[in-house]
């Protein structure tokens, strides 16, 4: 893994404890079981059951099309947004069915959070921007705001590089430092879960480094889910790694295992680059 | 044929391009090119004449007295008429639509582009129905005001509600003359609207909701902002159209001749088309209006042209800074 | 989690969603409300239920004593409402107004004719002191002559020569924008064609009226200064930005590369244009053609100021004329509130509603179709 300059300070954005290095022991956050998802009649999961484990990164890995981005949108209900999907299955999160009669899905969403493989902060200000998701749950005080977007920049590695300039136009960050903000926008709501789809998949290799050894922060508080076809990265930063094929989860294991000795071969083929 | 290097022959044939040299001049294709062109010109050309007939015109009647004083002595007089009145009855009829048709409007236009489901029926329906109020003639809204707002809600009001004997609201009035006319601007407003909604990327809406926003905070909080210039430009475009439209208010409020501006709902009041058609058509002495009816369409060319230029660079700067977001 | 309020947690959130519902819903109320409107005033007479006849048998005052209640108020031109509001006095003076008005009727031998009958409105009739069957519309007069052909003809007529005029400058100019033109000079061109639309109609007659009419008098020579030809290029002016609008959105919507597929193969810019893309772009150049044959045949200010507004049936174009949408115009001020002109003028408008409404309708499905087909491709 490159070596980067960013300072590795730690996370103190949740008011939780630091925990503990990550292991096999960790609890279990997010539990799936036989979900399927489908698109009007066409089929694009296929009875998923698997558990995401608490503050560990978790990636979800497959040639394109393959469905990890749609399986994680069932996390956070994003795919509620699209016309004609039906979703069979269980999806809980510490316990809780989030597909229930009498879920809010407003409150889910404040515990699980969202980074875009695009990135889109607001047309607002740097402060705004990560004030917005502070406003909209109630946060009201300025020294409150204040203190929030500082601590929450400082968390996405991005503090030093906009301090004097917060209340310029986020549209005017490049690339790398408007997707750390969007991490930063996230983390400001304090949520439990953040889900990344793709995060650096349109960003150079040296903000690529910096958002990873963000993650590899990150997760000290908070139970990372990461999709990405950069198979490299997977193996870099992730504690898990499931591996999907066309709607199905096909193997699912500690990183370690899956790249250097899967047990499907299918997983092997993937792998060691034979097609995807 | 000459050739200078040996050709491909397909078939014994020769090939369909002889040599590299241009044919020579393709006469028709010139000519049609030339034409189209002509018709383009022609455009152009009917265009500036309208525009600096009526200015030159118009020009020498124009002055600030012109614009600013009452017509009460003699309306046929160039050095005593004056068109305040009219540019005071417009501008309030306008300001009255507005109030209607932009609520109206958005509200439309936001339900078109955030809630509707577009495969469902209702969803076509609405949108016909706007289609077709786009194309309604402007009389038959001038029959409409006159059948439902006066003598349906205006007599109804004042049968039932203040139950008087002479007609207040059930006669032609500036507060009906400027719902006729929110009725007709309506598509304008949903299509310049829905423009500037469409164009703002969906990442953003899903940026927002991922935060925790509900789909109404979404659109008051991000959505509304990022679509003001696209509002604005229906609006002004409304504005633009409904100054000059005439026939919807003939039945509906416009006077040739009022002692005094309009100060209630329910009064009538002067306009300016309106009082370029009366003097076009009724005048005694045509040569003798001339310069005032040509000062007149000037002020009112000025005010519709002014804002429909204001109103197409607001778009265009509108879509330039959407390139530049990138999404 | 904590996850436990749903739906009904955000009641503000549900009621401003039906509220936008509604609102948004309120566009198609108002397309009935404007037929409905319009139409019921014009029903009496498409029903056949309204009479404008004038009586010519003299009935004496005793006779008038005599009648049923709902005789009396039909003869005496009364609504039921109206007549139930009179005192018995104001009857009497009625009465004898009426008498008046009977002595006073010029013998015409019409004058019994419920002119308002579909024969009269649609069929030349001879009239008195007519030598033949004529198509006459004459309401102010003792016999009410309601016939509507003059009026059709005339909104045709003009309708005709503004497409005559606009169509094929219209596709010239489009044409000529969307294939052969530079991409710098478009970007103005375009904009400015469309500043045409700016012109108030109003303006657009009164230049036709003022400047026009005198011009084309000189150029060909003909009698009546207002004519069919002067409000039809006057229309055709305020058509032109439509048709040229929609025409060029087709134009340039055929894909780049049937032009590009033409150009390899040696055709000309403008070969390429006529005989690859205006054929694929030909449902969108017949609903810009159908769209502004509908906003030709619904304008006003222009027919009502430059042609000529006489009301006479005639194939020249030279000749004065007059449209529906002028008749309104001009005569509704005048008419009896519900009496039998009145709702013939109504009859005009649902008319010309009817008309425009189809012929968008015609031209919005076309659109629609194109653009189907147009995202099926790609």
Same mark, same amino acid.
């Given at each position: 893994?490159?070596?980067?300059?960013?300072?590795?300070?730690?996370?103190?954005?949740?008011?939780?404890?630091?925990?503990?290095?990550?292991?096999?022991?960790?609890?279990?956050?997010?539990?799936?079981?036989?979900?399927?998802? %489908?698109?009007?009649?066409?089929?694009?999961?296929?009875?998923?059951?698997?558990?995401?484990?608490?503050?560990?990164?978790?990636?979800?890995?497959?040639?394109?099309?393959?469905?990890?981005?749609?399986?994680?949108?069932?996390?956070?209900?994003?795919?509620?947004?699209?016309?004609?999907?039906?979703?069979?299955?269980?999806?809980?999160?510490?316990?809780?069915?989030?597909?229930?009669?009498?879920?809010?899905?407003?409150?889910?969403?404040?515990?699980?959070?969202?980074?875009?493989?695009?990135?889109?902060?607001?047309?607002?200000?740097? %402060?705004?921007?990560?004030?917005?998701?502070?406003?909209?749950?109630?946060?009201?005080?300025?020294?409150?705001?204040?203190?929030?977007?500082?601590?929450?920049?400082?968390?996405?590695?991005?503090?030093?590089?906009?301090?004097?300039?917060?209340?310029?136009?986020?549209?005017?960050?490049?690339?790398?430092?408007?997707?750390?903000?969007?991490?930063?926008?996230?983390?400001?709501?304090?949520?439990?879960?953040?889900?990344?789809?793709?995060?650096?998949?349109?960003?150079?290799?040296?903000?690529?480094?910096?958002?990873?050894?963000?993650?590899?922060?990150?997760?000290?508080?908070?139970?990372?889910?990461?999709?990405?076809?950069?198979?490299?990265?997977?193996?870099?930063?992730?504690?898990?790694?499931?591996?999907?094929?066309?709607?199905?989860?096909?193997? %699912?294991?500690?990183?370690?295992?899956?790249?250097?000795?899967?047990?499907?071969?299918?997983?092997?083929? %993937?792998?060691?680059?034979?097609?995807? | 044929?000459?050739?200078?290097?040996?050709?491909?022959?397909?078939?014994?044939?020769?090939?369909?391009?002889?040599?590299?040299?241009? !044919?020579?001049?393709?006469?028709?294709?010139?000519?049609?090119?030339?034409? +189209?062109?002509?018709?383009?010109?022609?455009?152009?050309?009917?265009?500036?004449?309208?525009?600096?007939?009526?200015?030159?015109?118009?020009?020498?009647?124009?002055?600030?007295?012109?614009? +600013?004083?009452?017509?009460?002595?003699?309306?046929?007089?160039?050095?005593?008429?004056?068109?305040?009145?009219?540019?005071?009855?417009?501008?309030?009829?306008?300001?009255?639509? +507005?109030?209607?048709?932009?609520?109206?409007?958005?509200?439309?236009?936001?339900?078109?582009?955030?809630?509707?489901?577009?495969?469902?029926?209702?969803?076509?329906?609405?949108?016909?129905?706007?289609?077709?109020?786009?194309?309604?003639?402007?009389?038959?809204?001038?029959?409409?005001?006159?059948?439902?707002?006066?003598?349906?809600?205006?007599?109804?009001?004042?049968?039932?509600?203040?139950?008087?004997?002479?007609?207040?609201?059930?006669?032609?009035?500036?507060?009906?003359?400027?719902?006729?006319?929110?009725?007709?601007?309506?598509?304008?407003?949903?299509?310049?609207?829905?423009?500037?909604?469409?164009?703002?990327?969906?990442?953003?809406?899903?940026?927002?909701?991922?935060?925790?926003?509900?789909?109404?905070?979404?659109?008051?909080?991000?959505?509304?902002? !990022?679509?003001?210039?696209?509002?604005?430009?229906?609006?002004?475009?409304?504005?633009?159209?409904?100054?000059?439209?005439?026939?919807?208010?003939?039945?509906?409020?416009?006077?040739?001749?009022?002692?005094?501006?309009?100060?209630?709902?329910?009064? !009538?009041?002067?306009?300016?088309?309106?009082?370029?058609?009366?003097?076009?058509?009724?005048?005694?002495?045509?040569? !003798?209006? /001339?310069?005032?009816?040509?000062? +007149?369409?000037?002020?009112?060319?000025?005010?519709?042209?002014?804002?429909?230029?204001?109103?197409?660079?607001?778009?265009?700067?509108? /879509?330039?800074?959407?390139?530049?977001?990138?999404? | 989690?904590?996850?436990?309020?749903?739906?009904?947690?955000?009641?503000?959130?549900?009621?401003?969603?039906?509220?936008?519902?509604?609102?948004?819903?309120?566009?198609?109320?108002?397309?009935?409300?404007?037929?409905?409107?319009?139409?019921?005033?014009?029903?009496?007479?498409?029903? #056949?239920?309204?009479?404008?006849?004038?009586? @010519?048998?003299?009935?004496?005052?005793?006779?008038?004593?005599?009648?049923?209640?709902?005789?009396?108020? *039909?003869?005496?031109?009364?609504?039921?409402?109206?007549?139930?509001?009179?005192?018995? $006095?104001?009857?009497?003076?009625?009465? $004898?107004?009426?008498?008046?008005?009977?002595?006073?009727?010029?013998?015409?031998?019409?004058?019994?004719?419920?002119?308002?009958?579909?024969?009269?409105?649609?069929?030349?009739?001879?009239?008195?002191?007519?030598? *033949?069957? $004529?198509?006459?519309?004459?309401?102010?007069?003792?016999?009410?002559?309601?016939?509507?052909? =003059?009026?059709?003809?005339?909104?045709?007529?003009?309708?005709?020569?503004?497409?005559?005029?606009?169509?094929?400058?219209?596709?010239?100019?489009?044409?000529?924008?969307?294939?052969?033109?530079?991409?710098?000079?478009?970007?103005?061109?375009? =904009?400015?064609?469309?500043?045409?639309?700016?012109?108030?109609?109003?303006?657009?007659?009164?230049?036709?009226?003022?400047?026009?009419?005198?011009?084309?008098?000189?150029?060909?020579?003909?009698?009546?200064?207002?004519?069919?030809?002067?409000? #039809?290029?006057?229309?055709?002016?305020?058509?032109?930005?439509?048709?040229?609008?929609?025409?060029?959105?087709?134009?340039?919507?055929?894909?780049?590369?049937?032009?590009?597929?033409?150009?390899?193969?040696?055709?000309?810019?403008? @070969?390429?244009?006529?005989?690859?893309?205006?054929?694929?772009?030909? =449902?969108?150049?017949?609903?810009?053609?159908?769209?502004?044959?509908?906003?030709?045949?619904? $304008?006003?200010?222009?027919?009502?100021?430059?042609? #000529?507004?006489?009301?006479?049936?005639?194939?020249?174009?030279?000749?004065?004329?007059?449209?529906?949408?002028?008749?309104?115009?001009?005569?509704?001020?005048?008419?009896?509130?519900?009496?039998?002109?009145?709702?013939?003028?109504?009859?005009?408008?649902?008319?010309?509603?009817?008309?425009?409404?189809?012929?968008?309708?015609?031209?919005?499905?076309?659109?629609?179709?194109?653009?189907? *087909?147009?995202?099926?491709?790609?």
């Amino acid at each position: 893994m490159a070596e980067t300059s960013v300072p590795k300070l730690t996370v103190e954005v949740g008011t939780k404890a630091p925990v503990g290095a990550s292991s096999a022991a960790a609890p279990a956050l997010i539990e799936t079981k036989d979900l399927s998802l %489908y698109y009007g009649q066409a089929k694009a999961l296929k009875e998923i059951s698997m558990t995401i484990k608490e503050k560990n990164v978790t990636a979800f890995i497959g040639p394109s099309g393959c469905g990890k981005s749609t399986f994680l949108r069932c996390f956070n209900r994003m795919n509620d947004l699209i016309d004609h999907v039906k979703i069979t299955g269980d999806v809980k999160i510490a316990g809780h069915d989030i597909y229930g009669p009498d879920v809010d899905v407003i409150e889910l969403r404040k515990r699980v959070g969202m980074v875009f493989q695009k990135s889109n902060p607001f047309p607002k200000t740097i %402060y705004e921007n990560i004030a917005y998701g502070l406003r909209l749950h109630g946060t009201k005080n300025k020294s409150d705001l204040d203190e929030v977007v500082e601590k929450s920049l400082r968390g996405a590695a991005l503090w030093d590089e906009v301090k004097d300039r917060l209340h310029s136009s986020a549209l005017g960050l490049s690339g790398g430092q408007q997707q750390r903000l969007c991490i930063a926008r996230a983390i400001a709501i304090k949520p439990e879960v953040i889900l990344m789809d793709e995060p650096a998949s349109a960003l150079d290799p040296i903000a690529t480094a910096k958002v990873e050894d963000l993650i590899l922060d990150l997760k000290k508080e908070f139970t990372i889910v990461i999709v990405t076809h950069n198979m490299q990265q997977a193996a870099r930063i992730s504690d898990y790694t499931a591996f999907f094929y066309i709607g199905e989860l096909i193997e %699912y294991d500690v990183t370690s295992k899956i790249f250097t000795n899967p047990s499907k071969k299918q997983t092997e083929d %993937y792998v060691t680059g034979r097609f995807g | 044929m000459d050739t200078q290097t040996p050709m491909l022959h397909f078939n014994g044939e020769a090939p369909v391009g002889k040599d590299f040299k241009t !044919q020579g001049f393709n006469f028709w294709s010139f000519f049609f090119s030339g034409l +189209t062109g002509l018709a383009t010109m022609l455009i152009l050309a009917m265009l500036a004449i309208i525009l600096f007939n009526i200015t030159l015109n118009g020009a020498p009647g124009l002055s600030w007295r012109f614009l +600013t004083s009452s017509a009460d002595q003699d309306m046929f007089d160039v050095n005593k008429a004056g068109v305040l009145p009219m540019v005071v009855g417009t501008s309030i009829r306008v300001i009255l639509m +507005t109030i209607f048709v932009i609520p109206v409007g958005v509200i439309t236009a936001i339900y078109l582009t955030e809630y509707a489901h577009s495969t469902s029926i209702w969803t076509r329906v609405i949108r016909g129905a706007v289609n077709n109020l786009a194309g309604v003639p402007s009389i038959v809204f001038g029959l409409f005001g006159l059948g439902f707002f006066i003598g349906f809600l205006g007599s109804h009001i004042d049968d039932n509600i203040l139950q008087s004997a002479e007609p207040k609201w059930g006669k032609p009035a500036i507060l009906w003359a400027s719902m006729t006319l929110a009725v007709m601007t309506l598509p304008v407003v949903i299509v310049a609207t829905e423009e500037s909604l469409k164009a703002i990327p969906q990442g953003l809406r899903e940026a927002s909701l991922a935060l925790g926003a509900t789909k109404l905070e979404t659109i008051i909080k991000i959505v509304l902002p !990022q679509a003001m210039p696209g509002i604005l430009t229906g609006g002004i475009l409304s504005v633009s159209r409904a100054a000059g439209e005439v026939a919807p208010i003939l039945f509906t409020g416009a006077a040739y001749y009022m002692a005094s501006y309009p100060k209630a709902l329910t009064d !009538q009041f002067m306009d300016l088309g309106y009082h370029v058609f009366i003097l076009s058509t009724q005048s005694p002495n045509i040569e !003798q209006t /001339r310069p005032i009816l040509y000062a +007149t369409v000037l002020a009112l060319l000025i005010l519709t042209f002014a804002l429909n230029i204001v109103a197409i660079l607001v778009r265009a700067k509108m /879509r330039r800074n959407m390139r530049l977001l990138g999404h | 989690m904590g996850l436990h309020r749903g739906h009904k947690a955000r009641p503000l959130e549900w009621l401003a969603e039906k509220f936008i519902f509604l609102v948004a819903s309120s566009a198609i109320l108002i397309v009935f409300l404007i037929f409905l409107f319009v139409v019921r005033e014009a029903l009496p007479i498409f029903l #056949g239920k309204m009479d404008s006849s004038s009586l @010519q048998e003299m009935v004496s005052v005793e006779q008038m004593e005599k009648m049923k209640p709902a005789e009396l108020q *039909k003869l005496l031109d009364l609504t039921p409402k109206e007549y139930t509001e009179l005192d018995k $006095e104001t009857i009497k003076i009625l009465m $004898e107004v009426k008498i008046e008005e009977i002595k006073a009727a010029p013998k015409d031998k019409d004058a019994d004719k419920n002119t308002t009958d579909w024969r009269y409105m649609l069929m030349p009739y001879q009239w008195t002191n007519y030598d *033949k069957p $004529e198509y006459i519309w004459q309401p102010i007069s003792q016999v009410h002559k309601y016939n509507i052909m =003059p009026l059709l003809i005339g909104s045709l007529k003009t309708t005709i020569v503004a497409l005559l005029f606009a169509v094929p400058v219209s596709l010239g100019a489009a044409i000529y924008v969307s294939q052969l033109a530079s991409p710098r000079l478009k970007e103005w061109l375009k =904009p400015t064609i469309e500043l045409l639309a700016g012109i108030p109609s109003v303006v657009m007659g009164f230049f036709a009226l003022i400047v026009m009419a005198s011009v084309l008098k000189s150029v060909f020579g003909y009698e009546s200064r207002l004519n069919a030809l002067v409000a #039809g290029i006057a229309l055709g002016l305020a058509i032109i930005p439509v048709v040229f609008s929609i025409a060029e959105d087709a134009l340039t919507s055929v894909p780049r590369a049937y032009t590009q597929a033409a150009l390899a193969l040696g055709s000309s810019r403008w @070969q390429a244009a006529w005989q690859i893309v205006l054929p694929a772009a030909l =449902p969108g150049v017949f609903a810009a053609v159908v769209l502004g044959f509908g906003r030709a045949i619904g $304008e006003t200010m222009i027919v009502l100021m430059a042609s #000529g507004n006489a009301s006479i049936v005639s194939g020249s174009i030279f000749d004065s004329t007059r449209t529906m949408t002028a008749t309104i115009a001009a005569e509704l001020a005048e008419a009896v509130f519900g009496g039998h002109h009145y709702r013939i003028l109504f009859m005009l408008g649902t008319i010309l509603f009817v008309v425009t409404f189809l012929s968008n309708l015609l031209g919005d499905v076309i659109i629609h179709k194109l653009k189907h *087909k147009m995202e099926g491709k790609h």
